[in-house]
């Protein structure tokens, strides 16, 4: 038996996803280099995970993965966004040395 589940709690899910997936993306291209960018990207993957299966929990994997894939995406897009502002930021600061 299915017990209704609100839809605040589904849109918090699903925007949770978005950002731990929008940022692990940024972290990969980001100016960090070594072990502790790649703990930060596996740390921030692991958490949309649990977002994710949190979401499954909720309303089913039927329902889920559409909106998980949705947030995945929106994610990707949102931190390649991020990772060209920081590109154009520093081609548009004076190089100081």
Do not use: W
């Not at 993306?25 to 692991?46: N, P, T, V």
């Not at 909106?67 to 995945?72: G, K, P, T, Y």
């Amino acid at each position: 038996m299915s017990t209704p589940v609100n839809q605040s709690e589904v849109a918090r899910l699903r925007e949770q996803i978005e950002r731990e997936y929008a940022a692990a993306c940024a972290g990969l291209h980001g100016l960090g280099m070594g072990s502790a960018r790649h703990d930060f990207i596996q740390a921030r993957m692991a958490r949309a995970q649990q977002y994710g299966e949190q979401l499954i929990e909720r309303i089913g994997a039927q329902a889920a993965m559409p909106l998980i894939v949705e947030a995945m995406e929106a994610g990707s897009r949102q931190g390649q966004r991020e990772r060209e502002k920081g590109e154009n930021a520093s081609l548009l600061s004076p190089d100081v040395g």
